[in-house]
């Protein structure tokens, strides 16, 4: 069992090195902590972790917040927009307090809207007779001119059936009005 967990913990720390890096002091390239040396100029990697900057604890006491400015209620250090840690201390910010409702539209609205309404429907009133009256004079005459449009299509249409060349119904070819035969299939004609 515990040849399993030194496998384990190796195979980890190989892992964990693997995902850190580090800037080589000498030529300032990345460098993994699986790496023996650096790749652009060749610092072994011990030289490379021993040279890293520490870690500073975070600040004592930030810059003061402007008024309205959100800020983290352990440390005081002020908060970016959307921000769920603090950028100073690392504690939890807390959810932002739900904004106040909106009024309603409809009671903000309402009493610009009612005038408008009540204008329309006095128009609509006024409008409604002679828009009746109109309809009952216009719907003869749009009966008469339809009625007057379809006798004229009709009359042009026996105008134009009469003035295309007949053709003999047997070989569909044209014949000359007052033959008695086609002259080219030699079908009589009507």
């Keep these: 069992l515990q040849e399993k967990i030194a496998a384990i913990e190796a195979e980890a720390a190989v892992a964990a090195a693997t995902y850190t890096t580090y800037v080589c002091p000498t030529c300032g390239r990345k460098v993994t902590g699986t790496d023996k040396f650096c790749s652009g100029c ?24 402007a008024p309205g400015t959100p800020a983290c209620a352990v440390c005081g250090a002020p908060l970016g927009p959307g921000d769920a840690f603090c950028m100073n201390c690392g504690s939890k910010v807390a959810a932002p307090a739900a904004p106040e409702p909106a009024p309603a539209a409809a009671a903000t609205v309402a009493p610009i809207i009612a005038p408008v309404v009540d204008a329309a429907q006095a128009v609509g009133d006024a409008v409604e007779p002679t828009l009746n009256a109109f309809t009952a ?9 339809v009625d007057g449009v379809s006798g004229v299509v009709e009359a042009t249409a026996d105008v134009i059936q009469d003035a295309v060349a007949p053709v003999c119904p047997v070989c569909g070819l044209p014949v000359n009005a007052g033959d008695k035969f086609c002259e080219h299939c030699g079908a009589k004609l009507a």
């Design 137 to 145: 004079t216009v719907e003869p005459i749009a009966d008469a001119v």
């Design 42 to 65: 060749g610092t072994p990697i011990d030289v490379i972790k021993a040279n890293q900057p520490q870690k500073s604890a975070p600040a004592a006491s930030p810059a003061p917040v």
